[in-house]
Nanobody
Framework: QAQLVESGGGLVQAGGSLRLTCIAPRMITSVFNPRTMGWYRQVPGEQREFIASVSRTGSTNYADPVKGRFTISRDNARKRVYLQMNSLKPEDTAVYYC????????WGKGTQVNVSS
């Protein structure tokens, strides 16, 4: 079983919304909770790009392209990290991944987001 499992992607029109979920099924809560978790995205042929992070206390950080449109959150009891994506643009089309920002574990398969114009 993968350490991180992403879901929630799909096809949406520009201006629409999606909510991504990342689950850490193999981590016990005492291992998951202290981690600063982040969302990343990758377009074929390009490097993986940092999108947002949330610390164990809920402090958040966002990359400029998504500020004001995306919101990251976490549920420590359920070992989940969420990414609420609003006002989606075609340039948001990518495969989205989650991982520990400071000490990455093996990457999951990601979830594909396609935004049509």
């Amino acid at each position: 079983q993968a350490q991180l499992v992403e879901s929630g992607g799909g096809l949406v029109q520009a201006g629409g919304s999606l909510r991504l979920t990342c689950i850490a099924p193999r981590m016990i809560t005492s291992v998951f909770n202290p981690r600063t978790m982040g969302w990343y995205r990758q377009v074929p042929g390009e490097q993986r790009e940092f999108i947002a992070s949330v610390s164990r206390t809920g402090s958040t950080n966002y990359a400029d392209p998504v500020k004001g449109r995306f919101t990251i959150s976490r549920d420590n009891a359920r070992k989940r990290v969420y990414l609420q994506m609003n006002s989606l643009k075609p340039e948001d089309t990518a495969v989205y991944y989650c991982n520990d920002v400071m000490a990455p574990v093996s990457w999951g398969k990601g979830t594909q987001v396609n935004v049509s114009s």
